[in-house]
C-alpha cells in the first residue's frame, strides 16, 4: 500500500526566505506526483505536476523535484511571501488507481 | 471555464438524514473521485469511478454510496448520516491513462455538519 509522508507538518519562515518542503512516498513504482496548494476553508489548487520520466518542473518562484528511486520529492519556494501562506499537499498517481495524498505542509510566512 | 462544481457548498443533517452531494465537471474527464478531509487525517479516498457507469470502493466507503450515471456528474450518497461522517468532502477529475495519469482538479469542497 503507498504511503505518502510530508515533512514538516507545520513551517514558519520570515518573508524573503527561500524554502524546501519534503514528500516521501513507500511505493516508488509511480507515474507522476502532483503538489497540490490549499487555502483554510478552500479547495485544491494544482500547483505542479511531475510525470515518472521528468526530474523537475518549475512555475515562477516555485520548483518541484523528482527522485522516484529514493522516493522523494520536494518543493521549492524562493523570496516567500506573505501570500504563500497555506498548506501544500502532495500526491502521487499510478495509471488507474487514484492519487494517494500526504497529510500536508501548513506554511506561515511571516511578513 | 467552471472546472469542478460541487454542490451544496455547506449543510448541515441531522443524525439518521440522508443527502446527495453532487459533483460536475465540464472537461469531459473520465476519472472522477470523491475524499473527504478531516484534522489531522488528510484526504481519503472515499468512492470512485473511472468512467459512465463504473464505480469502485476507496479506503473508507462504508457508509456512502455513489452513481455516475452520466460522465460528467458523479453523486455521493450519505443513508443514514452519522456524527462521524461531519467533515469536508472533495471532488477530483482528471483524464484516464493506463500508463500516465494527467493533472486532477479539485472542487471547492461541501462542509458537512451531522449532529
Known amino acids: 500500500k503507498q504511503e505518502v509522508t510530508q515533512i514538516p507538518a507545520a513551517l514558519s519562515v520570515p518573508e524573503g526566505e527561500n524554502l524546501v518542503l519534503n514528500c516521501s512516498f513507500t511505493?516508488?513504482?509511480?507515474?507522476?506526483l502532483q503538489w497540490f496548494r490549499q487555502d483554510p476553508g478552500k479547495g485544491l489548487t494544482s500547483l505542479l505536476l511531475?510525470?515518472?520520466?521528468?526530474r523537475e518542473q518549475t512555475s515562477g518562484r516555485l520548483n518541484a523535484s523528482l527522485d522516484k528511486s529514493s522516493g522523494r520529492s520536494t518543493l521549492y519556494i524562493a523570496a516567500s511571501q506573505p501570500g504563500d501562506s497555506a498548506t501544500y499537499l502532495c500526491?502521487?498517481?499510478?495509471?488507474?488507481?487514484?492519487?494517494?495524498f500526504g497529510k500536508g505542509t501548513r506554511l506561515s510566512v511571516i511578513a | 471555464n467552471a472546472g469542478v462544481t460541487q454542490t451544496p457548498k455547506f449543510r448541515v443533517l441531522k443524525t439518521g438524514q440522508s443527502m446527495t452531494l453532487l459533483c460536475a465537471q465540464d472537461?469531459?474527464?473520465?476519472?472522477m473521485y470523491w475524499y473527504r478531509q478531516d484534522p489531522g487525517m488528510g484526504l481519503r479516498l472515499i468512492h470512485y469511478?473511472?468512467?459512465?457507469?463504473?464505480?469502485a470502493k476507496g479506503e473508507v466507503p462504508d457508509g456512502y454510496n455513489v452513481s455516475r450515471l452520466k460522465k460528467q456528474n458523479f453523486l455521493l450518497g450519505l443513508e443514514s448520516a452519522a456524527p462521524s461522517q461531519t467533515s469536508v468532502y472533495f471532488c477530483?477529475?482528471?483524464?484516464?491513462?493506463?500508463?500516465?495519469?494527467?493533472?486532477?482538479?479539485f472542487g471547492q469542497g461541501t462542509r458537512l455538519t451531522v449532529v
Open positions: 511531475i510525470q515518472s520520466s521528468q
Open positions: 469511478s473511472v468512467g459512465e457507469g463504473t464505480t
Open positions: 500526491a502521487v498517481g499510478r495509471g488507474n488507481t487514484p492519487l494517494v
Open positions: 511505493d516508488s513504482a509511480i507515474y507522476n
Open positions: 472537461m469531459n474527464h473520465e476519472y
Open positions: 477530483a477529475s482528471s483524464y484516464l491513462s493506463v500508463t500516465v495519469n494527467t493533472e486532477a482538479f
